[in-house]
């Protein structure tokens, strides 16, 4: 069994501020490529931005600039730095991780945990 778990959400003004955690528990061998996603109410969920296990980056045109993913291996931890947050980085954020359990790998996604940003 896996277990994603964000963290850091909440309320902040517009031009501030948040950092969201997703860290991982259970059983598996390694954690592959990392992402974040968000869903506001009545849209699709997209993808904010990816951190692979090379420690390539990849990052959704609309946050490029303003966020910066990051990740700890060794405690099986992703973060986004969010800065310069805007009333439209409003929604639900969830982290994804693609596990590795040596013998295939899997998809798993967190409960999610909002951001709310008041202009």
């Known amino acids: 069994q896996v277990r994603l778990v964000e963290s850091g959400g909440g309320l902040v003004q517009a031009g501030g501020s948040l950092r969201l955690s997703c860290v991982a528990s259970?059983?598996?061998?390694?954690?592959?490529?990392m992402s974040w996603y968000r869903q506001a109410p009545g849209n699709q969920r997209e993808l904010v931005a990816s951190?692979?296990?090379?420690?390539?980056?990849r990052y959704g045109d609309s946050v490029k600039d303003r966020f910066r993913i990051s990740r700890v291996n060794i405690n099986h931890t992703m973060y986004l730095q969010m800065n310069d947050l805007r009333p439209e980085d409003t929604a639900v954020y969830y982290c994804?991780?693609?596990?590795?359990?040596?013998?295939?790998?899997?998809?798993?996604w967190g409960q999610g945990t909002l951001v709310t940003v008041s202009s």
């Open positions: 994804k991780m693609n596990v590795d359990f040596e013998v295939g790998y899997h998809n798993h």
């Open positions: 259970g059983s598996f061998f390694s954690i592959l490529d």
């Open positions: 951190i692979y296990a090379n420690g390539r980056t």
